[in-house]
């Protein structure tokens, strides 16, 4: 058996030695601490601005134990330069989540007497944002290839030969790895890959005087377009989810190793869901999810970045979007920022490949998008009345079935909680003689 | 006679899996583009075959092509029905595969894939899958179009529906070795780098479960007319594929790795042909058993 793996690893070596430009490239970690307790990424948010093989990919955490005990592993294309590596402004997470994120939209039903005007007011479900010795190593086979400071977090770039090397090097360096790491890193190792190590240098920590850690941005030049998700599964109870923003300049982005699909949207729902919109939209997303074999990303909003309709935010300004990694636009040029948010919710079953990504010329705009509409319900005097009464009260049915549907929730509280019209019927004799 | 013919069958089938994309599998396609690829594949069809036989009528005998002649009327009829089932099929597959948002890149994509079948030919043999050769086409040529490789998602009984009705199709043009030899390989290849990688076998059964990989091997990889027509070739030919397929998407990263693997690799069939001889494929042949045309 040994002597067949190695057999074949040489003849792929060889091949791969004559035939291969790059070896794989792969993204994204998993923590690594020294408590046991809540060691739990559920849900990170990942930026990714990619134009051609030029990534910048910015990655926010929302690790919630002590800060010193933080520790986070990234596997990496390339070894990493100090001025590779960079912190980003927490904010621009929000900010591109807050302009991207689903969105409740209200509309006010005008007398019917009167011409037909919309107030629009505009509501967002933004999700909650994330916050959150040398001749040892040779023979342990890791390498450090490169140690730097940046902000609050202390960082390494190791390479490694053996996946068994690698974990008794963390955690003889006091890195408590979760167990099976061996096997997760093995992939990454054969494919040449180098290892992002921060944890935090709590001087530093103090200084920097924010409360949270921020997000790390990196950059770096691959042909591979991917999110590795696999480590990320070891810290994880059950399912996770991850919020992925894409920035490019020509379109939208979508998985090519898992279908794409559109969150629901452009559905008229019952007022009351105003004040419960993000319980709505929660319930929504999972029964989506579980509808889709829990085998999909869900696209929740494709957009060129220089405008939106209905805005839940402001549009980002040249200024932020340098800052959430895109370095492609100039002064002088047109904006061409193409924004992509799409919400994985996985487990280690349902999503055993890392994610491959690829760039389109798609430009078709999408959002998820609610609609609210709130009937008139001042006194109408016109002859209107009854039939304006009788046509809300059909949508406001139409809408708590849609609700039902999209949540499954019981039909009859829905009814219960909706406040409906007043509808008087209209005499029969009225249809053939009005 | 509708279903006369093996690609009546392909036409049903791949109409069939259009709609089933279109209502199920949350596609964006809209109908004018379908129209585009349909339309642009029927109309160039016709006029090539139109013009062609004009030039071939003025000079006489016709290019040495050894085509029973038979009357004009005749002759045009069963050449425009038989082209345009193939083309319905190029455009359905079009429609199936290439994603793009203009409309002329779509006709683009139709015309070349049709011109190719009537001007990329040796020894009255066209080597290019007409379908595969206009998404590459316009993938090269176009900055607007793309191909979609996660549509289908992972799905079993998607698979077994792509199996099942592949396996009709394969059965009547009698060319399950060129999808058998292609996926047996690719898997083999996959599974000794998952291996290597020390990936479980959950990813490997992931990459295979591809509704558009299935796809593509049960047919588009099997067109009897632009293949080689001897079985041992078949076999080379599909062992290439499928390497060039693994080496283009594991090393190269790129996502649509198996059609330029069938681009780069449809010229060997000439070579192919001519180191392995055996009868050429007929549509009518194989149905009728009447001699016709192609």
Known sequence: MKALQILISSILIVVGVFCFAEPARAFCGFYVAKADSNLYNQASQVIIARDGNRTVLTMANDYQGEIEDFAIVVPVPVVLKKEQVNIANPKIIQRLDGFSAPRLVEYHDSNPCQVYRYRTLEKQATMESAEADSARNNALGVTVEEKFTVGEYDILILSAKESDGLEIWLRENGYKIPEGARELLHPYIRQNLKFFVAKVNLKQFDRTSFNALRPLAIAYESPKFMLPIRLGMMNAKGEQDLLVYLLSPQGQIELTNYRTVKIPSNVEIPEFVENEFSDFYKTMFQKAYEKENKRVAFLEYAWNMANCDPCSAQPLNREELKQAGVFWTSPNRFQNVFITRLHVRYTRDTFPEDLSFQQTANTQLFQGRYIIRHPYREEINCDRAREYQQATRQRQEREAQTLAKLTDWNLEEIRSKIDFIEAKPIPWWRRIWN | ?294
């Open chain 2, 1 to 294: 006679m509708f279903l006369s013919d093996a690609r009546d069958y392909q036409i049903l089938i791949l109409a069939s899996f259009l709609f089933l994309g279109i209502l199920t599998r949350d596609w964006t396609v809209q109908p004018q583009f379908i129209f585009a690829a349909i339309a642009s594949c029927v109309l160039t069809q016709l006029s090539l075959t139109f013009f062609l036989d004009f030039v071939k009528g003025k000079k006489e005998p016709d290019f040495g092509l050894n085509r029973v002649r038979v009357k004009s009327y005749q002759k045009f009829r069963s050449l425009a029905i038989g082209g345009l089932r193939s083309a319905a099929i190029t455009g359905l597959g079009l429609s199936l595969l290439l994603r793009t948002n203009d409309y002329n890149t779509m006709a683009l994509a139709g015309c070349l894939a049709i011109a190719s079948k009537f001007f990329l030919r040796v020894e009255n043999k066209h080597f290019f899958n007409p379908a595969n050769f206009g998404i590459i086409a316009v993938l090269i040529l176009t900055n607007n179009a793309w191909v979609s490789p996660g549509q289908w998602g992972t799905d079993w009984w998607y698979l077994l529906l792509f199996i099942g009705l592949g396996g009709i199709i394969l059965k009547k043009v009698g060319r399950w070795d060129t999808s058998a030899v292609f996926l047996i390989v690719y898997a083999g290849l996959e599974a000794l780098r998952n291996f290597w990688l020390g990936w479980d076998l959950q990813v490997w059964q992931h990459q295979l479960s591809s509704g558009s990989l299935l796809l593509f091997a049960l047919f588009m990889l099997t067109d009897p007319r632009s293949i080689p027509n001897a079985r041992s070739s078949r076999i080379i030919w599909a062992i290439a594929i499928a390497l060039v397929t693994f080496i283009l998407r594991d090393y190269f990263y790129i996502s649509t790795a198996i059609f330029w693997a069938l681009f780069f690799i449809s010229p060997l069939t000439i070579l192919c042909d001519r180191i392995w001889q055996a009868p050429r494929f007929n549509w009518q042949i194989l149905e009728s058993k009447k001699l016709i045309y192609w």
